[in-house]
C-alpha cells in the first residue's frame, strides 16, 4: 500500500485513497475465498457420485488450497498494479487543480516569504488582542473595587446623617457634641450591661 497521505485528495473525497484500495483488495480477497470454497464443494459432490474413486476430501482440501495460493499471489501482483494506476491516474488531484473552497488561493496567492510575514503580523495582532483583554479586564476588576468603595462611602454617609438627625432630636446640632454624646450614652449601655453580665453570674452561683 502506498504511504503517501494524499491529504488533498483525503480532504476532496472525504475518505484516503489508501483506504478505498485497501477496501478492495479485502472485497476481492473474500471473493476469491468464497468462490475456491464453492468450487471445492461442487468437486466434493461430483466425486461423491463417481464409484471406486481413490480421491480423498482431504486431497480435494490440499489441492484447493495449494491453488488458491497460486491465485492469491497472482492476484496481489496484479493489484499492486492496479492500485499504482489508481492512485496515480483516479484518485488523485493533479497539483495544478484548486478544489472550490479553496478557490479564494487563485485570486490572492502569495509567496513564501510574503505568507511568513503574515504568520508574524497574525501573531503580534494576536499578542496585542491579549494584551488589551488583560488590561480590559484589569480595568473592569478596578471598578468594581470602586463600587464597592462607593458603596461603603455611601453607607457611611448615611450614618453621619442619621447620628445628626439623632443629635438634632436630643438638642445637640453640633457633630462633634453628638459624636461625643452618642460615646458617652455607649459607655454608659456598656457599663450596664456589664453589670446585667455580673449579676447574672452571681445569681447563678448562689
Not at 28 to 56: H, P, R, T, W
Not at 182 to 200: A, F, G, H, T, Y
Request: net charge negative.
Amino acid at each position: 500500500m502506498s504511504v503517501d497521505p494524499m491529504t488533498y485528495e483525503t480532504q476532496f473525497f472525504g475518505f484516503t485513497p489508501q483506504t478505498c484500495m485497501l477496501r478492495v483488495y479485502i472485497a476481492f480477497q473474500d471473493y476469491l475465498f468464497e468462490v475456491m470454497q464453492a468450487v471445492e464443494q461442487v468437486i466434493v459432490k461430483k466425486l461423491d457420485g463417481i464409484s471406486n474413486c481413490d480421491i480423498s476430501p482431504v486431497q480435494i482440501r490440499k489441492c484447493t488450497e495449494k491453488f488458491l495460493s497460486f491465485m492469491k499471489g497472482r492476484f496481489d501482483h496484479l493489484f499492486s498494479k492496479m492500485e499504482q494506476l489508481f492512485l496515480q491516474l483516479i484518485l488523485h488531484i493533479p497539483p495544478n487543480i484548486l478544489l472550490p473552497e479553496d478557490k479564494s488561493q487563485e485570486m490572492h496567492h502569495y509567496s513564501e516569504e510574503e505568507f511568513q510575514l503574515l504568520q508574524k503580523e497574525i501573531e503580534q495582532l494576536q499578542k496585542k488582542y491579549k494584551t488589551e483583554l488583560c488590561a480590559k479586564q484589569a480595568l473592569l476588576a478596578e471598578l468594581e473595587e470602586q463600587k464597592i468603595v462607593q458603596a461603603k462611602l455611601r453607607q457611611t454617609l448615611t450614618l453621619f446623617d442619621e447620628l445628626l438627625n439623632v443629635g438634632r432630636e436630643h438638642g445637640t446640632s453640633d457633630f462633634r457634641e453628638s459624636l461625643v454624646s452618642l460615646v458617652q450614652n455607649s459607655r454608659k449601655l456598656q457599663s450596664i450591661r456589664d453589670n446585667i453580665e455580673k449579676e447574672s453570674e452571681r445569681m447563678k452561683t448562689s
